[in-house]
């Protein structure tokens, strides 16, 4: 069973930078497709990004050339890094996983059976 733990989240005013980190556990972590979701309240759970096995990547077009996901196989961790940040990124962060995505599907958070707790982010303008 792998688990999944969020942290980097914060406030931060627009245009300014934040990186998350999900570190994973109690799985071959290289073996698994890794995602970011968010969720703001009163709207629906929404793809951000998202990483294959093999380092290939999937991004949301909202946050196309803003943001880069990347993983450190030897650290079992998925990192989110996020730039010029806009009010509208302010939401709870996810981090997901599940074996053997295809590309097509990584951005389809019904696909992902393990999930962290998530981590805030808030964006003021």
């Known amino acids: 069973q792998v688990q999944l733990v969020e942290s980097g989240g914060g406030s931060v005013q627009a245009g300014g930078s934040l990186r998350l980190s999900c570190a994973a556990s109690?799985?071959?972590?290289?073996?698994?497709?890794m995602g970011w979701f968010r969720q703001a309240p009163g709207k629906e759970r929404e793809a951000v990004a998202a990483?294959?096995?093999?380092?290939?990547?999937s991004y949301a077009d909202s946050v196309k050339g803003r943001f880069d996901i990347s993983r450190d196989n030897a650290k079992n961790t998925l990192y989110l890094e996020m730039t010029r940040l806009k009010p509208e990124d302010s939401a709870m962060y996810y981090c997901?996983?599940?074996?053997?995505?295809?590309?097509?599907?990584?951005?389809?958070?019904?696909?992902?059976?393990?999930w962290g707790q998530g981590t805030q982010v808030t964006v003021s303008s």
């Open positions: 109690g799985g071959t972590y290289r073996r698994y497709s």
């Open positions: 990483i294959d096995g093999d380092d290939t990547p």
């Open positions: 997901a996983a599940e074996r053997f995505l295809e590309w097509w599907l990584l951005l389809r958070g019904s696909k992902y059976n393990h």
